[in-house]
């Protein structure tokens, strides 16, 4: 979640990648994408390319590895 000053940045995210819903709620706002194949096709790639450098990292690659078992089954 973000503090609500940066809504904006979160709408230019969601217009770029073409996928996701950013939602506000008092003074937070966060941006998340839902569909399953939205996040094997759009978000996971850059990710994979621009790689995060904290423990974040770990979190992508656990949430990438469930994401594509569902995907199989």
Do not use: A, W
Request: hydrophobic share 40%; net charge positive.
């Amino acid at each position: 979640m973000l503090h609500s000053d940066d809504v904006q940045t979160l709408y230019k995210i969601c217009k770029i990648l073409g996928v996701g819903t950013v939602r506000i709620k008092d003074n937070q706002c966060v941006y998340f994408i839902s569909n399953k194949t939205d996040l094997i096709n759009k978000l996971f790639p850059i990710l994979d390319k621009y790689t995060l450098l904290t423990t974040k990292y770990l979190d992508f690659l656990d949430i990438k590895e469930v994401i594509n078992l569902l995907n199989i089954s």
